[in-house]
């Protein structure tokens, strides 16, 4: 081993901070692998997953790994975190209680920085999306993202500390937990699932995954109406030339290496819960033993003249985004709605068309969700970018030539050229095929779950955008949050609710949106918010809202303003209360994690 040291202490140890990164919202490469914490092992199951996935596998080639002293044991103060170059790649040093860890630096979601982010009782929570990692063991403790992190041992010799990191993982930066395969001979063509999913979106994904990962070994089908395996739909309208193999989460490979076995284009038609069967729009007949329904939501109709005509979309598929691209390439685009996606869309097309055009029946973009004063500010900043606003309007005509649209009329009498137009304007859950289901809805075709995501059905299980669920930062008031992050967390309840292993959901809802380069960051529950408290400037666009009800601070946002929201996200969720009065003074230099570097 020491002749392996001095070796190592060769390679060049860099303890030069990080210039700023850029953030860039760019495409993460196709990840190995899965998400949760407390999970347990699957060894003794003896359906182990063959692929590199434990954080401290025993390697017999030294050149496998690279070994460096990094720094004196002075160098970091408790609740302080450094990013370290060990040559091979770098690494996270991290120093919590007087105890030093390592793991990878980057969040395997979409790449951020952790150092950035915020360390806090054991994890670390990204300071771009909220995903928490476990600083002892790598595993992902909340999402959004479907993998965890490699660790690297750490030891301290002669006030030395000492990094030793196995090279792969140091250039991969995350990894798969080991999985359990499917035990049963199963015949792809037998009409029987021990459980059946219905949407390959993030619940729906994330509870498959879930299953494998704690040594579920029966047969697990997950259906979908696409024609391509799950991809990120967030980006469809912050990048909309990019393909489904360039968003692709998991990869049919991967499914398949994991008996996860993924149907394309099959579309759930009806359930019958007495025989515990579901049909599909081919005649495909699938029996189960439990159900996940997680089928999205689907566009909001819209009532207008002239839906005969074409190059109108709704913004669903990768096929959709690539087509928008390029009708819009020096084209009319309108936009019809001011929702974020219909904004990202707006701002994405910016730099490819002629001119592009919004339509919105508020007053200003985002009133609803942010208040009118952030949504005038980005308000600003599109029309900054050449956007043409037609506010408190609707569409009342789509005029086309030969099924092209040509023009969209507006109630006003304003006529607008369209060469493209994008329908922007809500969504309502996709369930219509529950209706005589016996499965609970609400008036607005929401399912209804308990805090296990149980329908009132034995065996069917939902999650995601489709579910009102309780929710503990509201008295388990039942809401509906349609986030991409709050998808991943119905997912993994849902699963060890399927296991008996009855979880709570331990989360702060989280979201974000990309416009022009900026992002907008959220956490929380704002709904019903009664006031908002800016710091910062907002016509700079560097600002952080807080969102009250009565006396308690009940969500942030934030522009420019990193690591806040996620410094936030950490207080609501340790179970404290921010009150109103503690953002009023303009002091929130508390909120502001001054310990990373």
């Known amino acids: 081993y020491q002749g392996c040291f001095s070796i190592f202490m060769e390679v060049k140890v860099e303890l030069s901070l990080l210039e700023k990164e850029k953030e860039v919202d760019g495409l993460s490469p196709n990840g190995k692998a899965s998400p949760f914490a407390d999970c347990r092992p699957n060894g003794a199951l003896g359906h182990g997953s063959d692929e590199d996935s434990t954080p401290l596998r025993l390697y017999h080639k030294p050149r496998d790994y690279v070994e460096a002293s990094i720094c004196h044991v002075k160098d970091l103060e408790n609740g302080q975190m450094r990013e370290v170059d060990l040559g091979s790649g770098r690494a996270l040093l991290i120093k919590e209680h007087g105890e030093f860890s390592a793991m990878g630096h980057k969040c395997p979601h979409y790449g951020a920085p952790l150092v950035k982010g915020v360390l806090s009782k054991g994890h670390v929570r990204c300071p771009w999306h909220g995903a928490c990692f476990n600083i002892a063991t790598g595993d992902i403790e909340d999402f959004p993202g479907l993998d965890s992190l490699p660790t690297f041992q750490v030891r301290v010799e002669k006030d030395k500390v000492i990094i030793r990191a196995n090279k792969q993982a140091l250039q991969s930066q995350k990894r798969s937990k080991p999985m359990a395969r499917c035990s049963a001979v199963i015949n792809s063509s037998t009409g029987f699932s021990h459980v059946l999913i219905i949407g390959s979106g993030p619940a729906g994904l994330v509870c498959a995954e879930t299953l494998r990962q704690e040594g579920f070994t029966d047969r697990i089908v997950m259906c979908t109406m696409d024609k391509h395996p799950p991809y990120d739909r967030p980006k469809l309208s912050k990048s909309l030339e990019s393909t489904a193999e360039q968003l692709r ?57 002239g839906k005969d005509v074409r190059n109108v979309f709704h913004l669903r598929t990768p096929e959709d985004a690539n087509s928008i691209a390029r009708l819009a390439n020096n084209k009319n685009a309108v936009i019809v709605g001011t929702s974020f996606v219909g904004m990202e869309v707006a701002a994405a097309l910016t730099d490819k068309a002629h001119s592009v055009s919004v339509i919105g029946i508020e007053s200003v973009p985002f009133k609803k969700a942010l208040g009118e004063k952030v949504g005038k500010a980005i308000m600003k900043l599109f029309e900054a970018n050449r956007v043409k606003f037609y506010m408190l309007n609707e569409v009342s005509e789509m005029i086309g030539h030969h099924g092209q649209l040509k023009e969209v009329v507006l109630k ?48 069917v299980f939902a999650g995601g955008d489709v579910v009102m669920f309780p929710f503990p930062q509201r008295s388990n008031k039942k809401v509906n949050i349609p986030h991409w992050q709050m998808a991943h967390v119905h997912g993994r309840v849902a699963a060890l609710s399927m296991m008996g292993r009855a979880t709570e959901i ?78 009023e003074t303009g002091d929130i230099s508390w909120l502001i994690d001054k310990g990373s570097q």
């Not at 499914?255 to 819960?273: G, N, R, Y």
């Open 249 to 305: 989460l998991r990869s049919t490979d991967f499914l398949q290496s994991h008996d996860i076995e993924l149907f394309t284009e099959k579309e759930a038609v009806a359930i019958d819960v007495k025989t515990r069967s579901v049909t599909f729009d081919d005649g495909l007949r699938m029996e189960y033993r439990k159900l996940f329904i997680a089928t999205g939501s689907k566009p909001k109709p819209m009532n207008y003249k």
């Open 412 to 459: 006003s009498g304003k006529v607008l050229r369209a060469d493209v137009c994008v329908i922007g304007a809500g969504s309502v859950p996709a369930t219509s095929f529950l209706k005589q289901s016996g499965v609970h809805m609400d008036s607005k075709g929401f399912i209804t779950v308990n805090k296990m995501m149980q329908t009132n059905v034995d065996g």
């Open 506 to 583: 331990k989360t702060v809802p989280y979201f974000w949106s990309a416009m022009f380069g900026k992002s907008i960051r959220y956490a929380g529950y704002g709904d019903g918010f009664d006031d908002v408290i800016i710091q910062g400037d907002l016509d700079e666009l560097r600002f952080v809202a807080f969102y009250t009800r009565s006396e308690e601070v009940v969500a942030v946002a934030s522009m420019n303003y990193d690591p806040i929201v996620s410094r936030v996200a950490e207080v609501l969720g340790s179970g404290k209360t921010i009150k109103k009065r503690d953002v």
